[in-house]
């Protein structure tokens, strides 16, 4: 099919973790694409940036104030079990609140037409490269459509990104040193972390390629001699960033990073800690969050969200476990997960048994019926189940891509779509309706 | 341009390997065209190609046999061998894979096919039929590759390290090569020296250097000047003067060059002095040790310079 060929022409690929080696292989790419009225598409995005202003709020007074947990909002026990809440960040507050600069927010579409939001991906979330490439697959072979219909572009995200990027920089430099620190040819997202460097005209730079001096300042070898580095995009887990500081065996960190991020010489995004927000149990406190620090209410739906720590909700889950999606808190991925209405009497048995010797790292869900999108399958056009991944851009001011990654479940019936588990991608539009 | 060291380095060493299987994809087709011309019982042998190499510990512990197809299996497919044919493209595309954002699309993609060529057809290039057509394909994608560098690159940082992996290596084989085939023609002692000047055309078209030498020097070829030509034409890119003098050239324009092009000077002066005409074989011999080392000392300099995690 054309579109496969013109994939495979622009070299999109993306690497599976399997037990034996990389593989690299073409993403399945859907030709049909995916539409959303303008309309609708302004409304969620007034609520993920309502979304995004609270969860920033909420991760600066984790490590400040702690005001939403003196107030018992929260219980701050949730956050202190949280491996993703990093005390090292305490007493700590990056330029403008941002901590979490680049989230990509999974929404799905429930039968009564609205979007839910299923989780906030606030660590190192991937796929945007995706998005940008769907697009320009679709004007190559779809030409025509794009005479009839007005949709809304993408290609802007780089610039976005690169501005967003360089708004954090530590010195008024006119043009600041913005860098990708990237773990490397073997990660999942390589082809990601290129592509934005290129698009964005920044050095791709690797743990190796960095040094900080001991003035707590951050530099890049090269041929030149040292270059100092204002921000650093990092594409690697906040686990690996710094040996000092996080796990001594990371080979694929900076030494003394966080010493130049906390003497504020050197923007990190996302700030290190961010992923405290990322949590699923966390994820359930999000309305209350934004009631508590915005005074508004939220303008997106979030899943109700049952917590396996609480004895109720766990006594629940137990006795429903076949009608419910029950979730690690910390993965992601979509690894180990069940759904419910799919699973077997074994399974349902095996993740009781998981959720009674650790409560505090479940929480379940109902099973929403997804929207379905026509989708092109061996020749033939069928409904299949999708969701939607915005990226929301936390700097200064917050912009969200429009649309975003629609991910598609090509196995009949699934409600999985994530890249790892077999899932493909769809083009996603914004659509003037012209009303 | 900011060039970071690492991705400077893969440039130089992806560079080097493109070069090295260029240069064993040469010398290995003239080595069997020389074969088939020699009489029978004449014959050079084929460890020779094997000590061009240096490879004569891992050849002869992984258990490889001296005989045609031995050789040509560890000089062609094998992965053993870090400096055989497929070894060397496979490393090219390895270095290249993690710097393609820094040269243009068309380099990665004609690497990419080269390493694919490679990998479908080496293990059947083996013998003499299929050998010249593979070793062909080799040196005329390694050209194309060289002709993208020359055509589509901004002369910035990372055309020079390009460049400089490229001449570096030049000057290594061509050394080795000479050296190699010194030591073997004297030690042989033939009954026949007409097939002098057989072997010594051979290798000056080995080392792609046999056009430009009947122009210059006239058809007769003989060892000293065939060795003075491939040593020092200054106007010849595959002599070795001519290599060094370009690294001199690249050198120049890095930052924090001395020590590297103290070095290169030192070589290009040596090499400057030479007269194969006042040599025995044995002065010859310590004479091209010597400024293989200093090639190697060359490459030190320009790691630790540019490269290593040290400097700051």
Redesign the interface.
């Known amino acids: 099919m054309a579109a496969e060929l013109a994939i495979r022409d622009m070299g999109v690929s993306f690497t599976v973790y399997t037990s034996e080696r990389n593989i690299d292989r073409d993403w399945p790419f859907d030709i049909i694409p995916r539409a959303i009225s303008a309309v609708d598409w302004a409304q969620a995005t007034q609520g993920l940036q309502q979304r995004s202003r609270a969860l920033n709020r909420f991760i600066d007074d984790v490590y400040n104030n702690k005001k939403i947990f003196k107030d018992g909002i929260i219980p701050f026990d949730v956050v202190r079990d949280c491996p993703n809440y990093k005390p090292q960040c305490e007493g700590f507050s990056p330029r403008y609140g941002a901590w979490a600069h680049v989230c990509g927010t999974d929404l799905v579409r429930h039968q009564d037409g609205k979007f839910y939001v299923l989780e906030d991906n606030l660590r190192v979330p991937s796929g945007v490269s995706y998005m940008l490439e769907n697009r320009e697959v679709t004007k190559r072979v779809l030409p025509e459509l794009f005479e009839n219909y007005s949709i809304i572009p993408v290609d802007d995200y780089p610039t976005r990104l690169y501005e967003t990027l360089a708004a954090l920089s530590p010195r008024s430099v006119k043009r600041p040193c913005i860098v990708v620190l990237t773990p490397?040819?073997f990660n999942s997202a390589y082809f990601e972390h290129?592509f934005l460097?290129?698009s964005m005209g920044v050095?791709?730079?690797?743990g190796?390629?960095l040094?900080v001096d001991t003035d707590n300042q951050v530099?890049?070898?090269?041929?030149?001699?040292?270059?100092r580095v204002d921000v650093i995009y990092r594409r690697i887990d906040e686990d690996f960033l710094d040996p000092e500081v996080f796990r001594p065996d990371s080979k694929i960190g900076v030494p003394g990073i966080m010493r130049a991020w906390r003497a504020q010489n050197v923007a990190i995004a996302n700030a290190p800690g961010s992923g405290v927000a990322d949590d699923k149990v966390i994820y359930s406190y999000v309305p209350d969050m934004i009631r508590y620090y915005l005074q508004e209410e939220p303008l997106i739906n979030s899943v109700p969200t049952y917590l396996c720590m609480n004895a109720d909700d766990r006594q629940y889950v137990l006795e429903n476990i076949e009608k419910l999606v029950v979730k690690p808190a910390n993965e992601s991925g979509g690894y180990g997960l069940l759904v419910g209405p799919h699973g077997t009497v074994r399974e349902h048995q095996k993740f009781r048994k998981l959720i009674e010797e650790n409560p505090r790292n479940y929480i379940a869900q109902p099973t929403l019926q997804l929207s379905t999108a026509p989708t092109y399958i061996n020749g033939e056009v069928k409904p299949r189940h999708l969701d939607l991944r915005p990226f929301i851009l936390h700097g200064s001011d917050i912009w969200v891509t429009p649309g975003g990654l629609t991910r598609v479940a090509l196995t009949e019936g699934s409600l999985v779509v994530n890249s790892s588990q077999g899932g493909g991608s769809k083009d996603t539009w914004i659509v003037e309706t012209g009303q | 341009m900011i060039l970071l060291s690492r991705v400077a380095e893969r440039l130089y060493w992806m560079s080097r390997y493109l070069e090295r299987a260029e240069g064993m994809a040469r010398v290995t087709n003239a080595y069997t065209h020389l074969i088939m011309d020699l009489p029978k019982g004449t014959e050079v042998e084929w460890g020779m190609l094997i000590n061009i190499m240096g490879a004569k510990p891992t050849f002869e512990s992984m258990g490889y046999n001296y005989t045609e197809q031995g050789t040509l299996k560890f000089i062609i497919a094998s992965l053993d061998n870090a400096s055989s044919i497929s070894a060397c493209i496979k490393a090219a595309r390895e270095n290249m894979r993690t710097t393609r954002d820094v040269l243009p699309h068309e380099i990665w993609e004609t690497i990419n096919e080269l390493h694919l060529y490679c990998k479908e057809t080496a293990s059947q290039s083996i013998s003499r039929r299929n050998r010249y057509e593979f070793l062909n394909q080799i040196t005329a994608r390694c050209q194309m590759l060289n002709g993208l560098v020359m055509t589509t690159l901004c002369r910035d940082h990372c055309y020079r390290f390009i460049k400089l992996g490229h001449l570096l290596e030049r000057a290594d084989i061509n050394s080795r090569v000479l050296d190699v085939a010194l030591a073997s023609i004297a030690s042989r002692q033939i009954e026949n020296p007409a097939f002098d000047s057989l072997i010594w055309a051979s290798l000056t078209q080995a080392l792609g250097a046999m056009g430009t030498y009947r122009r210059a020097v006239g058809p007769m070829i003989d060892a000293t000047s065939a060795i003075n030509y491939l040593y020092k034409e200054p106007s010849s890119p595959r002599s070795i003067l001519f290599c060094i003098n370009g690294i001199r050239n690249d050198l120049k324009a890095l930052k924090q060059h001395q020590k590297a092009l103290d070095q290169a000077d030192k070589i290009y002066q040596s090499i400057d002095q030479f007269d194969a005409q006042e040599m025995t074989a044995k002065q010859f011999h310590s004479f091209s040790d010597a400024s293989q080392k200093a090639v190697s000392e060359l490459n030190n300099c320009i790691y630790q310079i540019w490269f290593s995690a040290q400097h700051r």
């Open positions: 490397g040819i290129a460097a290129r050095e791709l730079v690797e190796d390629d040094f530099f890049m070898r090269t041929v030149d001699g040292p270059e």
